[in-house]
């Protein structure tokens, strides 16, 4: 008997959950959107309510597809965004460079600029237009997810589109002056004056001496229109058609880069972005998920994330080794005899970068080495001697067959396994080293249900609300394990380590010691 009534109870506990979520569900796509306001005026001012438990919104473009409202973020995190209300991807993100967190009693406010204030501490944790002079009279957000601050005499004086954070939609232009980050900014995505290109960042701790390696790059082909030099800056655009073009003027581009459907006649609201794996793909919004529609890398040893610093990609498997012998797990950085620590530059004591030491490894090449610059080199020896004493090079790989030696100026990493007359020389942070560093990594994610929990604290019952409450700490808890997982310690440690077996052997040198 109590069994069977204790069946019915969770059964209309899952009901009313049930009505509940889908109650919430239309509110988003319908009434509740077209309550929100369609443009915010001068004196605007709206505190963040914590009762909402993913987003908050507070503006909606015409077409009730986008909304900017407080997002939480990584679990506790505040942030605002534009969303795309029927998968609840954060188009756009304010991304403070001192996040809130989401019990902070904080607050948007539009008084020419657009301002997200935290109240009790009384300071300004983002603010928009600020390197504008004129102030605007307005905030839209346009049906394309533009947000934009508009003046009546100036016209628009701030829009998100010029600040993408990892993704870019479909009609925004994509200038030098903006970069893509991943949201724990360990890669970026830059255009250059003919090419756009994806860099591993270097880690802001570092003091100099590290720069941003480049692992993919597209060169314009300009078959049908050419860049010329003073011809004005490039700029990249999700085109509806399914491809990522490359401007210097409107016009046919000077470079198309196109996507599955490709001229197939999808028309939908396309997105580019730079994953946290390093990846850059494009998808559309097929009504009911984001379809994949072009990825940069396919090759697994070609991504950042596959292994990581000072280890070695087998291709295809993807399969990681550690340039010098061991690994606890954590990383490749290794535990360096006494005898041959040594600094960055070749030199003993505590100078730039701290404790490394050098590694000589046969068989292995940059899988990148076409980005990187080379030079020729008589020998090996000639090779890794450009790189031994010079605080900015991190490695030397030398070609015996083509007398190429390839210089890194960033820890070692994307190295694959190459053929036996690759030389390579590499510096190796020593564990020591790394070990004093603190963990840190993460990023936004935990808002893709967001969508169905708008507005659930207002038409929720506590019974209904207290099972979401639940399953989003299940999936929320679950999310946080994933990423803990992919966890890294400050952009050079590696992604998932799958042990190889050995291969060739590892040589250590004693150079530091001459
Ligand atoms: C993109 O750039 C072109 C050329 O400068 C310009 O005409 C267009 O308005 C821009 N689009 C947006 C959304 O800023
Ligand atoms: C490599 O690892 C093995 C086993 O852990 C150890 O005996 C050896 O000394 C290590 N070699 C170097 C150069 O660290
Ligand atoms: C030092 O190494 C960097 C990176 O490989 C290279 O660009 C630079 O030219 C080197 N400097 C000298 C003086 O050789
Ligand atoms: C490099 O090439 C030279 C000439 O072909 C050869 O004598 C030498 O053994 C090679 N070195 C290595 C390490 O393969
Ligand atoms: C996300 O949360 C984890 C733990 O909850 C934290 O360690 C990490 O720094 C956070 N990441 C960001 C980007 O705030």
Redesign the pocket.
């Known amino acids: 008997m109590e069994a069977v009534m204790a069946r019915i109870h969770l059964v209309l506990v899952l009901c009313v959950a049930a009505a509940a979520l889908m109650a919430s569900f239309c509110a988003a796509a319908g009434e509740g959107a077209a309550a929100t306001a369609q443009e915010l005026r001068r004196g605007f001012s709206v505190t963040h309510d914590q009762s909402y438990s993913q987003f908050q919104p507070v503006l909606a473009d015409p077409t009730g597809a986008f909304a900017l409202g407080f997002l939480r973020v990584n679990g506790t995190m505040l942030d605002l965004a534009v969303l795309h209300l029927p998968s609840a991807f954060p188009l756009w993100r304010a991304i403070p460079d001192r996040p809130a967190p989401w019990s902070a009693p904080a607050s948007l406010t539009f008084d020419g600029g657009l301002a997200l204030t935290d109240r009790a501490a009384n300071k300004v944790l983002w603010s928009a237009a600020a390197a504008s002079a004129s102030a605007g009279d307005r905030v839209v957000l346009l049906s394309t997810s533009n947000l934009q601050i508009q003046s009546t005499s100036a016209g628009v004086v701030w829009q998100s589109f010029d600040y993408p954070s990892d993704t870019i939609v479909q009609g925004q232009n994509f200038t030098s002056a903006a970069a893509l980050f991943t949201l724990d900014r360990r890669f970026a995505m830059r255009l250059g004056s003919n090419y756009f290109a994806l860099y591993i960042e270097p880690p802001p701790t570092s003091s100099g001496g590290v720069a941003a390696a480049m692992y993919f790059k597209r060169t314009a082909l300009e078959a049908k229109a050419q860049i010329v030099a003073g011809g004005g800056p490039t700029y990249a655009r999700v085109e509806p058609d399914g491809f990522l073009a490359m401007y210097q003027k409107e016009g046919p581009p000077a470079d198309v880069l196109s996507f599955d459907t490709f001229n197939r006649g999808v028309r939908a609201l396309r997105r580019m972005t730079l994953e946290p794996n390093g990846n850059l793909r494009a998808y559309y919004w097929d009504g009911t998920r984001w379809a994949l529609d072009y990825t940069a890398i396919t090759e697994t040893c070609e991504l950042p994330t596959t292994c990581g610093a000072y280890s070695v990609c087998a291709q295809p498997s993807g399969g990681c080794e550690c340039l010098a012998n061991a690994t606890d797990g954590s990383g490749c950085a290794a535990a360096a005899p006494a005898s041959v620590r040594g600094s960055l530059c070749g030199t003993t004591g505590g100078e730039v970068g701290g404790l490394y030491w050098a590694v000589r490894r046969?068989g292995v090449e940059p899988v990148n080495k076409e980005l990187l610059g080379s030079e020729h080199a008589a020998?090996?020896t000639d090779c890794e001697a450009r790189c031994e004493r010079n605080c900015s090079c991190w490695g030397a790989v030398y070609s015996?067959?083509t007398g190429y030696c390839y210089l890194l100026d960033y820890p070692a990493q994307l190295l694959v396994v190459g053929d036996?007359?690759k030389?390579g020389y590499f510096k190796v942070r020593s564990l020591e080293e790394a070990a004093g560093r603190g963990r840190s990594g993460g990023g936004a994610g935990g808002v893709k249900a967001a969508l169905l929990t708008i507005g659930v604290a207002a038409v929720v019952g506590a019974a209904a609300f207290g099972a979401y409450r639940v399953w989003d700490r299940r999936r929320r808890t679950a999310a946080d394990a994933r990423r803990q997982l992919g966890a890294v310690d400050d952009g050079l440690s590696p992604g998932p380590y799958k042990n190889l077996g050995s291969f060739s052997s590892v040589e250590l040198t004693n150079s530091f010691r001459r």
């Open positions: 046969q020998s090996a015996n067959g036996e007359r030389l």
